[in-house]
């Protein structure tokens, strides 16, 4: 595990995995969102973008977690595993409450400053709703055509991603 990306939908915890992971592993962890939201919330241009995640995806070892559809793709290709969150909606919408609970008015760890927790809009909620319906089929159908190429692990549950981690934590104190 050199490469790792780490999907699912908003709330689902992957930055949260890919801090803990990194530290277990010894990778450098790349947040997507603090590449792509600027202060005030602004977007970084989709040219920017494409250049951003092209010069991020050659490098030597990472941990990087976020969506992104558009680089999905090129991330995909890049990656030696792929851990998929694939939480239930309402443990999702309840994080991204908790989330908001914790860092009202100030940015989150994995986001630039000037870039402060604010309550979702319906377009995210929404996005987080339809996920399991609208979008993870199509990112199972994507993984299931990547087996033998790339580790895939699928996490259901938090207690699933807790065993995970608690397994890359013993292999790596083996390791030492």
Known sequence: MQKVLIIGSGGAGKSTLAVRLGELLGLPVIHLDTLYWKPGWEAT????????????VQRERWIMDGNYGGTLEERLKACDTVIFLAFS????????????????????????????????????????????????????????????????????????????????????????
């Open 45 to 56: 241009p989709q040219d920017d973008w494409k250049r951003i995640i092209a010069e991020m």
């Open 89 to 176: 909606r309402l443990i999702c919408l309840c994080r991204v409450f908790k989330r908001v609970a914790i860092y009202r008015g100030r940015s989150r760890p994995d986001l630039n400053p000037g870039c402060p927790e604010q309550l979702p809009d319906r377009e995210f909620l929404s996005w987080i709703w339809s996920y399991p319906r609208k979008r993870m089929p199509k990112i199972l159908e994507t993984l299931k055509a990547l087996e033998g190429q790339k580790k895939i692990f699928i996490l259901k549950s938090p207690s699933e991603a807790r065993r995970f981690i608690d397994t890359i934590g013993q292999q790596a104190t083996a390791q030492r």
